[in-house]
């Protein structure tokens, strides 16, 4: 990369971080992932899982610009979801609390039960990146799990560092949608 073209790419990592301060509302961190942060981190959904994870009661955020794969629909059929995510966070767990990517990724194989519209959707997504934070305080840990179509994740190291803490703090300021209808998800 040209000295020229790496200035640019952190202009506009700055540029993405300070958008991230003006977010107040779900529509607000929407727009923002599928603008600046999907230049900077491309993927096709993005789901926040927190919670206590050693017995699976978890809640969930779902960014996604796929029809059909909203947060609702999770809430509304968690099972299988919350397999894969509590699996997704012992790894983390076992990566030193390191974030890491599983390219060439087999959505059909999250399948042990039987599908459920939501992980249908997903059969299509063939790379993630899993980023978590621990939450000592509240012991509330969250993962944030980027799915994309490429079969590759490709991501900065650095770039992921700087984002992923403002993408964390933007996404807590914003309400949970959790009783709204699906007319107001996005």
Known sequence: MKKNEANQNWVQVFHVIQESFAINKHI???????????QLLPHDVLVAAWGDFSVGDLNFDVSSNLEDIRTQKLIDAPGVFTYLMTNLHQRWLDNGERWFRINFFDADGINIQPPTPFTRKLVGMN?????GVRDTRGKNDCIYVFFDRAREFQVQD?????????????????????????QEIV
């Open 28 to 38: 607000d961190f929407f727009k923002w992932l599928q603008g600046g942060v999907n």
């Open 127 to 131: 790379s993630l990146l899993v980023y």
């Open 158 to 182: 650095s770039v992921l560092g700087l984002l992923m803490p403002h993408l964390d703090a933007a996404l807590r300021r914003v309400e949970y949608i959790e009783n709204t209808t699906a």
